[in-house]
């Protein structure tokens, strides 16, 4: 017996559970085509708790037409016992833990998103959730929608309505990721009345990216978490000043103007690593630091700030970003590491301008690398 054969032959004796196992981490497609390596292998993808619809192009509506038909065919294939072909009914009584479903159209202004299957709203065994380009038509507002759901990830989503969207996240209780980009609104948001989910379920939460999100989430309802990447938006009153204590936020990513960044690190008292980028181009114009953010030093920059990143782009005024390297230096007293990326104009200039600079840290080193995209 060859080397090839007896290895071959090990894999296929391992326990049921070990091969769902390695089979939840591939694909679906590819999971499926593992059948056709002998008897022992016919219904295993059957049983794996974990199913990935990943890169699929739906370039027209008959592209859609056989995504959907492929995913009702494999969740009816789980199940040989359930008499209906319904999506509504399988992905529910199939007890799929992981799901993703990423698709993406070549010129989505001129394609309509297939429709979420509703059965995936209410699929009680799901840990993790990733949906991309689906449109979600309405969201009923009954509790525990996701009763295990752990790890939520949406991106270019159509929603109806706002409400369904805040709904959606409100039967969450136990989320700890959540990752939301690109969230649009079939209906106007302006006057929903966000300030009744700030008290949101969303208790358990440990991580939160919100970005290319033009609309002001509730932020009080991440006020639990230690991972934070959002964007402040002036023309969507999405500001510091709405920001509730975040107590255990250790880590933070945000777009900043100085005087914004400044001020919420007022509300970041344990904060150890700090990344500043680019604001949104055409989001506003520059604002600087004040007096009164000179004399309301953050308790963060004097007690546990460790690492600051600040990340240049031609959208900002050398001015800015100085004064707010300079002051995070001046006044954060356990700095170790501060890091400055800058297109290669300016990185001459900026490292003359802040390797000079007093640190209130004595143990700072401060770290300049520059950007090879922005270079003509």
């Given at each position: ?209 919100i970005t290319d999100c033009y609309f002001h989430f509730p932020v009080k309802a991440l006020a639990n978490v230690e991972f934070l990447r959002v964007e402040l938006w002036k023309g969507y009153t999405y500001l510091p000043d709405g920001f509730p204590t975040f107590h255990n936020l250790t ?126």
């Amino acid at each position: 017996m060859s080397h090839h054969k007896l290895a071959t032959d090990r894999i296929s004796g391992l326990p049921d559970e070990i091969l769902c196992h390695i089979l939840s981490f591939i694909p679906t497609k590819q999971a499926i085509f593992t059948s056709i390596l002998s008897k022992r292998w016919i219904h295993l993808w059957r049983h794996v708790p974990a199913l990935y619809f990943i890169n699929k192009k739906l370039n027209s509506s008959q592209d859609i037409h056989h995504f959907n038909q492929f995913v009702k065919a494999v969740l009816h294939s789980r199940d040989n016992s359930l008499s209906s072909h319904s999506i509504n009914n399988l992905a529910v009584q199939s007890k799929i833990q992981y799901l993703h479903l990423y698709l993406h159209a070549r010129l989505k202004c001129e394609t309509i998103p297939p429709k979420l299957p509703a059965s995936i709203l209410s699929c009680t065994t799901l840990v993790v959730l990733k949906l991309s380009w689906f449109y979600v038509d309405k969201v009923s507002p009954f509790p525990l929608r996701f009763p295990s759901l752990k790890t939520l990830d949406l991106k270019d989503m159509n929603f109806d309505k706002c409400q369904d969207f805040m709904l959606l996240l409100d039967g969450c209780p136990v989320l700890e990721d959540l990752q939301l980009s690109y969230i649009h609104f079939i209906q106007s948001f302006r006057h929903f009345d966000f300030e009744q989910f700030e008290n949101s379920s969303l208790r358990k939460l440990k991580r939160a990216h919100i970005t290319d999100c033009y609309f002001h989430f509730p932020v009080k309802a991440l006020a639990n978490v230690e991972f934070l990447r959002v964007e402040l938006w002036k023309g969507y009153t999405y500001l510091p000043d709405g920001f509730p204590t975040f107590h255990n936020l250790t880590h933070l990513a945000v777009n900043y103007d100085c005087n914004l960044a400044v001020q919420v690190l007022q509300h970041c008292p344990k904060l150890r690593n700090l990344e500043l980028y680019p604001k949104l181009k055409y989001a506003w114009r520059d604002e600087y630091i004040t007096k009164d953010d000179e004399e309301l030093v953050p308790i963060c920059l004097s007690s546990s700030l460790t690492t600051c990143t600040i990340r240049d782009f031609v959208s900002t005024t050398l001015e800015s970003l100085i004064m707010l390297a300079t002051f995070i230096m001046k006044k954060a007293r356990v700095l170790k590491t501060m890091t400055i990326w800058s297109n290669r104009k300016r990185f001459s200039e900026i490292e003359s301008k802040l390797s000079s600079f007093p640190r209130a840290s004595a143990t700072c080193q401060l770290s300049f690398q520059f950007i090879n995209l922005y270079d003509t």
